[in-house]
Structure formats: structure tokens, C-alpha cells
């Protein structure tokens, strides 16, 4: 089956400053790439998706690339903000079955 | 559009008991998932179902069962519960492969 590694697991930076977040995973077949943030004690919420078609995405502040070959795809967050605190998910779906990465707890210190 | 909505919000068992956890959406959505997420992890799948009458098992399926008799509904049956079922439950819907979930508000199970 489908096995998704994020890296890294916790994620500390000022205000202002980019955040990267990284996944690979293994299946091929895999071809729909979201990425949900987490606030505590809420429900997952989507911040940005991509197809397998596409190599980048944008939008405002955040950005997603895919390498297909290479089987990763990242998440970029750019001038961040408190607010952005919180946990991230990446997830490689397939055919309506998807598997989600263990997560990275980012905190932008004010 | 309520979205998907779950019940119970919480719930505490003792082991060897069994319950249902209900799943419902009003987004006409034919995709529908179970995961659980356990603290400091990621979400894990339990079963999933790409339409009503098809379901099919995801990574960790063992303990629970589920069934798809309508579009809407979505329910996950814990047939003899255990503590290591201690966890908070997902229920999610979408409407094509490459569309994001909706998630519901979650179950938080205690196992005693």
C-alpha cells in the first residue's frame, strides 16, 4: 500500500520568515496531493491541493510543488504569522483512498 | 448545507462493548472515509466507500466494520471494543478522486 513520510515533525520559526514543509511517497499510481491544517481540537481543514498534472501551485501565501519522478511534493509558507500556527498535513490519494503523512506541528514566534 | 455531521461528539466504553459511530452528509458526496487519529499522528484509514453498496478496507481496518446502504449515511460499527480503540474518529466526504475532504467534527472514544 501507500506510505507517506513528512519531514519535519516540528517546525519553529519567527514571524515573517518562509516555512517548508516536505513529503514523499510511494506509489505511483497516487495522483491527488492535499495539504489540511489542524488548529487543536478542531476537524483537518484544506489550505491547498494539487493534481498530478500540475508541477506548482499558488495561492497568496502559500504554494505547493510536485516532483512526480522523484515522488515528492512540498508545501511553502511565506511570511508567516501567528495565525499560522498549527499542525500540517500532507496526503497522497488514490481512487478516493488517501494516506496522510504524521504531521508537523509549526509555531511562528512573534 | 450542514456539511458532515457526526454523533456521538463523545462517548466512554468498556471493553467487549460494541456501538455504532454515525456519519452523515448533505453534499450529495459519493466518496466517504473513516479514519482515526491518536495523539502527536496523522490520520489513519480505517475503511472507505466510493459510492453506496461499495465499501473497502483501508490500513487499519481490523476491529471495525461499516456499510454504505445510502448516498448520505456512512456508519462505523466497533464490534467489541478494546482499549486500544481509544481514539478520536474522522468521518469525511468528497465528491471525486481529486476534490479535498470535508471533515466532520470528530468522535473523541474513550475505552475504559
Known amino acids: 500500500g501507500e506510505n507517506v513520510e513528512q519531514h519535519p515533525s516540528t517546525l519553529s520559526v519567527q514571524e515573517g520568515d518562509s516555512a517548508v514543509i516536505k513529503c514523499t511517497y510511494s506509489d505511483s499510481a497516487s495522483n491527488y496531493f492535499p495539504w489540511y491544517k489542524q488548529e487543536l481540537g478542531k476537524r483537518p481543514q484544506l489550505i491547498i491541493d494539487i493534481r498530478s498534472n500540475v508541477g506548482e501551485k499558488k495561492d497568496q501565501r502559500i504554494a505547493v510543488t510536485l516532483n512526480k519522478t522523484a515522488k515528492h511534493f512540498s508545501l511553502h509558507i511565506t511570511e508567516t504569522q501567528p495565525e499560522d500556527s498549527a499542525v500540517y498535513f500532507c496526503a497522497a490519494s488514490n481512487a478516493g483512498k488517501s494516506t496522510f503523512g504524521d504531521g508537523t506541528t509549526l509555531t511562528v514566534k512573534p | 448545507n450542514a456539511g458532515v455531521t457526526q454523533t456521538p461528539k463523545f462517548q466512554v466504553l468498556k471493553t467487549g462493548q460494541s456501538m455504532t459511530l454515525q456519519c452523515a452528509q448533505d453534499?450529495?458526496?459519493?466518496?466517504m472515509s473513516w479514519y482515526r487519529q491518536d495523539p502527536g499522528m496523522g490520520l489513519r484509514l480505517i475503511h472507505y466507500?466510493?459510492?453506496?453498496?461499495?465499501?473497502d478496507q483501508g490500513e487499519v481496518p481490523n476491529g471495525y466494520n461499516v456499510s454504505r446502504s445510502t448516498t448520505e449515511d456512512f456508519p462505523l460499527r466497533l464490534l467489541s471494543a478494546a482499549p486500544s480503540q481509544t481514539s478520536v474518529y474522522f468521518c469525511?466526504?468528497?465528491?471525486?478522486?481529486?476534490?479535498?475532504?470535508?471533515f466532520g467534527d470528530g468522535t473523541r472514544l474513550s475505552i475504559l
Open positions: 469525511a466526504s468528497t465528491k471525486s478522486w481529486d476534490q479535498p475532504q470535508h
Open positions: 466507500s466510493v459510492g453506496a453498496g461499495i465499501t
Open positions: 453534499m450529495n458526496h459519493e466518496y
